[in-house]
């Protein structure tokens, strides 16, 4: 069904449009009166009628507000994402809206009403973009964190080297005489999964053997892929290259329950180097991932596009941190 228009409002209440505008402006004091403004109201209520505050908003430019779509502040990578964020906004006197996808990285509610009318732009994870259709906005600048940069519809796309990175993990692994590789990769269809598992097996076809399970991005669901996966007939994988820190320990609890030794038996290589890679034992050989730079750069980028300037930056560096869960491989 069509929205109703200010004009279908003007129409139903015998008034002109300007005067819609007045009143649904709340400026119309001193020129309209209480009774004409009351029946402009309670029309617009039955019509079910919501102004375009977003797309005026914008012109004018007097919200000063984005919103950040994440797929969960339980993960500590996107509490950092808005943390950098938030710090840019501040900066330039923008606030900015967390909104965390309440389903994760699949479709989202729309939690909004009217809510978006109040947002100059958006910024957006990849996991969690088919949030964005139900929060419409379709007319707000959008900046896409970790996603495709051939895709459209994007101001701006901000990503990491999330290649560069998967090379170094390899790179690591070959140098301690590791062939046998077990890639333990999110079951999340998103590009930057896509990336990481594309970067891995370049490097590694046909030098060395690569098997390839997905898991939920939990602990347990990395847990029970691998002790699956080990369980499988033929020569145990010698590295298991983890999508994500949380996959990884779940990687290194299989290993403990198999009774395998990490890294005598079995390196584990993770990706994110959250405050986990460091709680677990042994401590996580990982990627290091800038996240809360990925949020500076998603603001920036999103001010730039509310001025008209056009925005590209180089993907933004990570490195891998060396520690205990990665070593030679084990001697036949």
Request: with cysteine; glycine share 8%.
């Amino acid at each position: 069904m069509t929205r109703p228009t200010s004009r279908d409002v003007a129409a139903a209440a015998g008034v002109s449009q300007a005067t819609v505008s007045l009143v649904l402006g709340d400026k119309w004091r001193g020129r309209v009166s209480e009774r004409t403004a009351a029946l402009v109201r309670e029309t617009a209520t039955g019509l079910g009628y919501r102004p375009n505050l977003a797309a005026r908003n914008l012109r004018l430019g007097s919200t000063r507000t984005a919103l950040l779509v994440v797929p969960a502040l339980t993960n500590e990578f996107f509490a950092r994402v808005y943390t950098g964020a938030a710090r840019i906004a501040a900066e330039h006197g923008f606030g900015v809206v967390l909104y965390p996808s309440p389903d994760g990285t699949g479709p989202a509610r729309d939690p909004f009403a009217s809510a978006r009318a109040a947002l100059d732009g958006v910024i957006a994870s990849s996991m969690a973009a088919a949030a964005l259709d139900a929060i419409g906005g379709d007319d707000l600048p959008l900046v896409m964190l970790d996603s495709d940069p051939s895709s459209t519809g994007a101001a701006a796309h901000i990503n990491l080297a999330m290649a560069d990175g998967m090379h170094q993990v390899a790179t690591h692994l070959l140098h301690h005489g590791h062939r046998r590789f077990l890639h333990l990769a999110s079951a999340v269809d998103s590009w930057t999964f896509h990336v990481r598992a594309r970067a891995l097996a370049d490097l590694l076809t046909p030098t060395a053997d690569l098997t390839t399970v997905k898991a939920p991005l939990t602990v347990d669901g990395g847990r029970r892929a691998v002790e699956t996966a080990l369980a499988a007939p033929g020569p145990r994988p010698t590295a298991i290259v983890c999508d994500d820190d949380i996959l990884a320990a779940g990687a290194c609890k299989a290993a403990r329950r198999l009774g395998l030794r990490v890294p005598e038996d079995l390196s584990i290589t993770g990706f994110d180097d959250l405050a986990l890679a460091t709680a677990v034992e042994p401590e996580l050989t990982t990627v290091a991932l800038p996240a809360e730079r990925v949020g500076e750069q998603g603001m920036t980028a999103l001010l730039a596009a509310l001025d008209g300037t056009p925005w590209t930056a180089p993907d933004i560096p990570v490195h891998l941190v060396v520690r205990d869960s990665s070593g030679p491989a084990p001697t036949p």
